[in-house]
C-alpha cells in the first residue's frame, strides 16, 4: 500500500485539470442532486465532493481520494491473490498492479477508474470468502460492493 501510495503521488499536482477532470469537481461541488446526474458515478462524485469539501479544491485534493483506491486496491489484491495462488503470487500480483502504468496514469486522475477497480476487486473477494467461509458479513460486503 505505501508503495502504492508513493508512486499514485508522484507529481501528482504537476498537471492542470482536464476537461474530464474539471466535470468531476463540478459534479462533485454540486450536491446531491448533481452527484445523481450521472448515475454511473454516484458514489464517487459523492466521496470526492466529500474529500473537496474537506481538503480543499485543487488538482491535489481532487486527485488524491483515486490514489487513496489505487493504495487501497493493491492490499485488497494482495488479499485476493493470496488467497487463490498463495503468498509469491500475491507478491508479484501487487508489485505488477503498483507498477502497470496504466493504473498509475488512472490512479492519478480525478475520475472514478479506481474506485470502479477497487470495488470489483472488493466484490470478487468478498465472493470468495462467502465460497470459502460463508457469513453474513462476507455476503454483506459483495451486496455492497
Do not use: I
Request: some cysteine; hydrophobic content about 55%.
Amino acid at each position: 500500500m505505501s508503495l502504492a501510495a508513493a508512486l499514485g503521488s508522484q507529481r501528482l499536482a504537476a498537471e492542470s485539470l482536464w476537461v474530464d477532470e474539471a466535470a468531476s469537481a463540478g459534479f462533485a461541488l454540486g450536491g446531491p442532486g448533481a452527484w445523481v446526474a450521472d448515475h454511473n458515478m454516484a458514489l464517487y462524485y459523492m466521496l470526492l465532493g466529500a474529500c473537496v469539501r474537506l481538503f480543499g479544491y485543487g488538482e491535489l485534493a481532487l486527485r488524491a481520494l483515486s490514489v487513496a483506491c489505487f493504495a487501497a486496491s493493491a492490499l485488497v489484491l494482495y488479499r485476493l491473490a493470496e488467497s487463490s495462488f498463495g503468498e509469491q503470487a500475491a507478491r508479484v500480483a501487487s508489485a505488477l498492479h503498483v507498477t502497470n502504468p496504466f493504473m498509475l496514469q488512472h490512479a492519478q486522475e480525478a475520475r472514478g477508474y479506481m474506485l470502479a477497480v477497487l470495488l470489483v476487486l472488493m466484490g470478487q473477494l468478498a465472493l470468495l470468502r462467502v465460497v470459502e467461509r460463508g457469513g453474513v458479513r462476507w455476503v454483506a460486503l459483495y451486496a455492497v460492493s
